[in-house]
């Protein structure tokens, strides 16, 4: 997805920004995640993300290993920060946007505020990789990738683009696999602070055949989200 906003690395970014805690959502840099918001202190940050411009929202996930508030779970440390690239209104109060992934970052402190939705101060030095397209990609064992979606659409009767697959550049495909994949939190979480592309293709794939063996164990099949 193109953006009007060229960001070259960190010393581009904000060093505040708000966050949207959300469990089992992956987003990646470069990645195209869907989001359909109708709380109303999320409808306030996207209109504040808006307003202000930076039109930026950081997606993190809570931390289930540890205990806080309904409202106010606590976070993992990794998220990945995302620009609003699509935006629509439905009719019926909620928002429709499309955050297309700029980078990861690592919460250094969550601020008092008075907004509704929280905001935190992060800093996006450790990924600086993450602003230089298909960095890496020339690394990853792209058949062992293939041949893992492969089993788990066959396990799971599944059916799916090829020509698109087969096109698509090895950074589009670990992260797109990755963001739809429908592991658990700390499995999502694995794949985000992947250091690198090849290490994430390769968690991603050893997941899958576990997930694959305990299914086949258990005579079942892997569900999708």
């Known amino acids: 997805m193109p953006m009007n906003a060229v960001y070259r690395g960190p010393a581009d970014m ?6 949207f805690p959300l469990p ?21 940050m996207v209109d504040d993300a808006l307003r202000d411009g930076h039109r930026m929202v950081g997606m993190i996930q809570p931390d289930p290993t540890q205990h806080g508030t309904q409202k106010n779970p606590p976070l ?6 995302g620009r609003i690239t699509q935006f629509a209104e439905s009719g ?14 690592r919460i250094e402190k969550e601020l008092s505020v008075t907004t509704e939705y929280r905001q935190c101060q992060v800093t996006f030095a450790p990924f ?9 990609e020339d690394a990853v064992d792209r058949k062992a990738v293939l041949a893992a979606l492969t089993a788990f659409l066959k396990a799971n009767k599944l059916k799916a683009d090829w020509k698109g697959i087969k096109e698509a550049p090895n950074e589009a495909l670990v992260n797109a696999l990755a963001m739809m994949s429908p592991y658990d939190a700390a499995e999502k979480q ?11 293709a390769e968690i991603l794939v050893a997941v899958t055949e576990i997930e694959l063996a305990n299914d086949k164990a258990d005579g ?3 569900p999708l989200q």
């Open 220 to 222: 079942g099949e892997t």
């Open 128 to 136: 600086a990789n993450d602003f230089v397209a298909r960095q890496g």
């Open 24 to 44: 089992g959502a992956l987003l990646l840099p470069r990645g195209q995640m869907p989001l359909n918001i109708f709380e109303p202190r999320y409808l306030a």
């Open 190 to 200: 694995a794949l985000l602070e992947a250091p690198d592309l090849k290490t994430r």
């Open 76 to 81: 993992y440390k990794i998220g990945c920060v």
């Open 14 to 19: 904000p060093s505040t920004i708000p966050v």
């Open 92 to 105: 019926d109060g909620r928002y429709l946007l499309q955050l297309t992934g700029v980078s990861r970052f």
